[in-house]
């Protein structure tokens, strides 16, 4: 019987120092080594990328609105602008100085982000151009219309503020850019606005 007795004490003792060290085996820190697999997994292109999708509200009585996409990966900035509401024809789009769109004419956003303070013109011109100097788009007879601009001149949040399009705005005009009236190219009324925030 005390036999028995000794061998159990023996067994059970046995057990659970088998126990013990089993649970020494066991990863403690498991997400840890799971979350840094998924971070190497993911190409770095795809963490760099950045979106602004923004909406252009009326402005001038106009029944102008739109939505605009900036997107940036890999130093490359491509705004893709979506329109409607305008006349038939040819409109200027721009980027303005301030997202201020809280005026009725749009003029609360300022001139031309301009921030080089080289003369107006058109896009890469010699002679010179701004900055928020986007050009001209054309609209359809239902008044729709989309421009599509892409750059390495812009990005959206590095901080430096000759390139940062974050704080300014997109103003769409009545009118067409002629590309040589100083300061802003002679594009009429601004009847769309909207600001360039996260």
Known sequence: MKKSILYISILTLGLSISCKSDKKEVPTDTTEVETETTIKDVPASTVDIKKVVMALESKSESSVTGNVVFTQD????????????????????????????????????????????????????????????????????SGNGTITKITDEWCIGCGDETKDILGKAIIVHQGTDDFTSQPSGAAGSRVSCGGIIQ
Do not use: R
């Open 74 to 141: 890999k130093g490359i900035v491509t705004m893709i602008a979506v329109l409607s509401g305008l006349t038939e024809g040819e409109h200027a789009i721009h980027i303005h100085e301030k997202a201020d769109c809280s005026s009725s004419d749009g003029k609360s956003s300022g001139g031309h982000w301009n921030p080089k303070a080289t003369p107006h013109g058109k896009w890469g011109d010699a002679a010179g151009y701004h900055k928020g100097d986007i050009g001209n788009f054309k609209a359809n007879a």
